[in-house]
């Protein structure tokens, strides 16, 4: 997609940048001109990957699923830049088979980060961008949050909630000129499929019903380089063999 250049002067940050749809997405974000904060838990791996995408990728080290870390981040990443344009949620978790045999504790993680997480980092950039009158927020969604995936019910319930949360704040911050999107992939190659049912995962690697981390950060610059007056709310990208 030559959507190139056209985030030139932005700034943006993305959660979950050190891997997987997280670091395809801050990629092209630089790529179409964007200064991007890299956030995620791993400085390792964040530092290795801001070295390779270029001084304007600049790392955040921020555990998101610790209640102060966490609550720190947007004055870290405000530190780091003068200012925010775009915000991309992305950071995730995933479990799948059945409830009877989820962990309790896993449950708690999955639902923290996918659901109070989000939430929490959208609530705390929005007296930012409602100061500036403009700005783009996305979240990482899922088509699990559109269609009841019953080989998951405690990730695809924490993409219901999400689905909705993303849909209902954009209705109430219209009128301060932001943004609120979301992307809703289906089946992507990252370590999030690792935890995937083995059966599940070996049908669709024989299936090629898996799409790149690339797929999901095209539809991503489509959704952020369309004028002002457009909003494009949801992007379902599913592999085409993909059956649900």
């Not at 001109?33 to 270029?54: F, I, P, S, W």
């Not at 708690?108 to 927020?137: C, F, Q, W, Y």
Request: with cysteine; glycine share 8%.
């Amino acid at each position: 997609m030559a959507l190139s250049g056209n985030l030139e002067g932005k700034t943006a940050a993305v959660t979950g940048a050190a891997s997987g749809i997280g670091r395809a997405c801050a990629e092209s974000m630089l790529n179409a001109g964007a200064t991007v904060v890299l956030v995620d838990r791993d400085k390792t791996a964040l530092d290795q990957v801001c070295g390779e995408l270029g001084e304007r990728a600049i790392p955040l080290v921020v555990e998101l699923l610790d209640s102060d870390s966490c609550a720190g981040m947007v004055a870290q990443i405000l530190d780091k830049v003068d200012h925010l344009d775009i915000f991309h949620a992305n950071a995730g978790a995933y479990v799948g088979g059945d409830l009877i045999d989820a962990d309790t504790a896993t449950i708690d993680r999955v639902i923290n980060l996918n659901v109070s997480v989000a939430m929490k980092n959208v609530h705390d950039i929005l007296p930012h961008m409602i100061e500036r009158g403009t700005g783009d927020i996305l979240v990482t969604c899922s088509v699990a949050g559109h269609y009841p995936t019953w080989w998951e019910p405690v990730y695809a319930s924490s993409k219901y909630a999400i689905n909705c949360f993303v849909q209902t704040t954009r209705r109430q911050v219209i009128k301060h000129g932001i943004r609120v999107a979301q992307v809703s992939p289906g089946p992507v190659s990252s370590a999030l499929l690792n935890d995937w049912p083995e059966e599940n995962l070996r049908k669709a690697k024989e299936t090629g019903s898996i799409i790149d981390p690339q797929e999901v950060a095209d539809a991503v610059l489509f959704i952020l380089t369309r004028p002002r007056n457009v909003t494009i709310r949801d992007v379902i990208v599913l592999p085409t063999n993909f059956d649900i």
